[in-house]
């Protein structure tokens, strides 16, 4: 069983006062492969428009084929591909404006969760050296492709950005500067997953 998903309708919009405030208190994820904050944005990068990074600025990517928290990128994968965890407890998630996914999680431990984006689990690539570059982009590996994330979708079926082949690093442009927050998680009932989760996604 997949821990809940935050319905989207319970998203507000923070003002700068309460952001900061808000973005002090945003619990910092954990572990050996945790990203280094809670935060997500919307990027503009050379070749893409409104890619989904982390706090870092830091592509994030998702599996065609773990679409609905089905785990599939597991063991060596996780050696490239790193899951943006958070801790269990956390349930408040900073979004920037322009990102309109429906937020969730799927437990990857006893003691973290990873982030779900329309029900896609995110990644960072170890193939990107740097903020802002894409080079996981149509990726192929793990039984699936790899795609940058459209940080304004609403729907699963149009999360993944496509591209016929992997790209090189980009630059970026600009970032987004005006955030949202997305409060409340039901209840936190982890699946048995032995390490991840995933789902097929046709595109």
């Known amino acids: 069983m997949k821990v809940p998903s935050i319905p989207h309708s319970l998203v507000r919009r923070a003002a700068p006062v309460a952001l900061a405030i808000l973005a002090g208190a945003t619990l910092v994820a954990t572990g050996a492969s945790a990203a280094p904050s809670t935060s997500l944005a919307s990027a503009k990068l050379t070749g893409f428009a409104g890619v989904l990074v982390n706090q870092s600025s830091r592509t994030l990517y998702v599996l065609s084929v ?3 928290d089905v785990i599939k990128c597991k063991g060596a994968c996780l050696s490239t591909w790193t899951p ?5 407890s956390v349930t408040t998630i900073v979004l920037g404006a322009n990102v309109d996914g429906k937020i969730g999680f799927v437990k990857r431990s ?3 969760k990873q982030v779900t984006f329309n029900t896609f689990p995110l990644y960072t690539y170890t193939g ?3 903020p802002r570059q894409t080079n996981g982009e149509g990726v192929s590996a793990y039984g699936g492709r790899w795609f940058v994330v459209k940080a304004s979708s609403t729907r699963a079926a149009t999360t ?3 591209k016929s082949s992997p ?4 630059g ?4 987004s500067t005006s955030t949202t927050t997305t409060t409340t998680e039901a209840t936190t009932t982890s699946t ?3 390490t991840l989760s995933g789902g097929g996604g046709g595109y």
Do not use: F, R
Not at 84 to 88: I, N, P, R
Not at 167 to 170: A, H, L, N
Not at 172 to 175: G, K, Y
């Open 167 to 170: 790209s090189g690093p980009k």
């Open 66 to 68: 773990e679409k609905g």
């Open 84 to 88: 943006l965890l958070v801790k269990k």
């Open 160 to 162: 993944a950005i496509e």
């Open 172 to 175: 970026t442009t600009t970032t």
């Open 128 to 130: 990107d050296s740097g």
């Open 192 to 194: 048995t997953t032995t």
């Open 110 to 112: 006893s003691t973290t």
